[in-house]
C-alpha cells in the first residue's frame, strides 16, 4: 500500500539558518514524489516534484529535495529560511503504476520560521 | 500557467441546504479532476476522482449520494455537497492534472459553514 510519513508535526528554524522538512514513503512500484506548500485558508501550491534523474531536485522559491531511494526518503531542503517561508508543508507519492494520477499525502509539517 | 480555479471561497448556509462548489481549469484542459476534504490541522483526505464524461470514482467511506461529483467538460467539474448537515463543514479542494506525469495543480480550497 502506498503511504507518505512526515515524522514531524511541526520544524522551527531562524531565519538565515538552513532548514530540513523530513519526509519518508512506501509505494508498491516506482515512486513519483511531490512537494507543496499550503498557506492559511488557502489551496497547495506546487513547489518541486521527482520523476526519474538527478536525485537531488531544484524547484520554487528556492526549496530543493533530495531523492533517496535506499532511505525511501525525499527531505525537502532550503539553505537559508526566510520568515515568508512559514506555512504547512506536504510530501506526496504517487505511484508509478497508477494511470489515475491518485497523490497520498502526509500529514503535513508546519514550518516555523523565526525572524 | 496551470491555473486552477475554484468557486466559491467561503460559503456559508443553513443545515438542509444543497450548496455546490465548482471548480475550473482556466488554461488547460483536465481530463481528471480530485475532490480532496481537509479538517483543521490535518492532511487531505481524498474524496473522489472526477472523470469528463463518466462517472466519478469514489473513495471507500464517502457518500455518492451525499457528494454529487460531475465532469461535465475537458475544464468543469463540480461537487454538490447535498442536504448539508453541520458535520459536513469542512474546507474542500479541488485539483486538477496536466498530464500523466505531471503535479496535481489545486485551487484556492472552499469553506464551507453549515449552520
Known amino acids: 500500500a502506498q503511504s507518505v510519513a512526515q515524522p514531524e508535526d511541526q520544524v522551527n528554524v531562524a531565519e538565515g539558518n538552513p532548514l530540513t522538512v523530513k519526509c519518508t514513503y512506501s509505494?508498491?512500484?516506482?515512486?513519483?514524489l511531490f512537494w507543496y506548500v499550503q498557506y492559511p485558508n488557502r489551496g497547495l501550491q506546487f513547489l518541486l516534484k521527482y520523476i526519474t534523474g538527478d536525485n537531488l531536485v531544484k524547484g520554487s522559491y528556492g526549496f530543493e529535495a533530495e531523492f533517496n531511494k535506499s532511505q525511501t526518503s525525499f527531505h525537502l531542503k532550503k539553505p537559508s529560511a526566510l520568515v515568508s517561508d512559514s506555512a504547512l508543508y506536504f510530501c506526496?507519492?504517487?505511484?508509478?503504476?497508477?494511470?489515475?494520477?491518485?497523490?497520498?499525502f502526509g500529514s503535513g509539517t508546519k514550518l516555523n520560521v523565526k525572524p | 500557467g496551470a491555473v486552477v480555479s475554484q468557486h466559491p471561497s467561503w460559503v456559508i448556509c443553513k443545515s438542509g441546504t444543497s450548496v455546490k462548489i465548482e471548480c475550473r481549469s482556466l488554461?488547460?484542459?483536465?481530463?481528471?479532476m480530485f475532490w480532496y476534504r481537509q479538517f483543521p490541522k490535518q492532511s487531505l483526505m481524498l474524496m473522489a476522482t472526477?472523470?469528463?464524461?463518466?462517472?466519478?470514482?469514489?473513495e471507500q467511506g464517502v457518500e455518492k449520494d451525499k457528494f454529487l461529483i460531475n465532469h461535465a467538460s475537458l475544464t468543469l467539474s463540480t461537487l454538490t455537497v447535498t442536504s448539508a448537515h453541520p458535520e459536513d463543514s469542512s474546507f474542500y479542494i479541488c485539483s486538477a492534472r496536466t498530464g500523466d506525469y505531471q503535479p496535481q495543480h489545486f485551487g484556492d480550497g472552499t469553506r464551507l459553514s453549515i449552520l
Open positions: 472526477s472523470n469528463e464524461g463518466s462517472k466519478a470514482t469514489y
Open positions: 506526496a507519492v504517487r505511484d508509478w503504476w497508477d494511470n489515475f494520477n491518485k497523490f497520498y
Open positions: 488554461d488547460f484542459q483536465a481530463t481528471t
Open positions: 509505494v508498491s512500484g516506482n515512486p513519483y
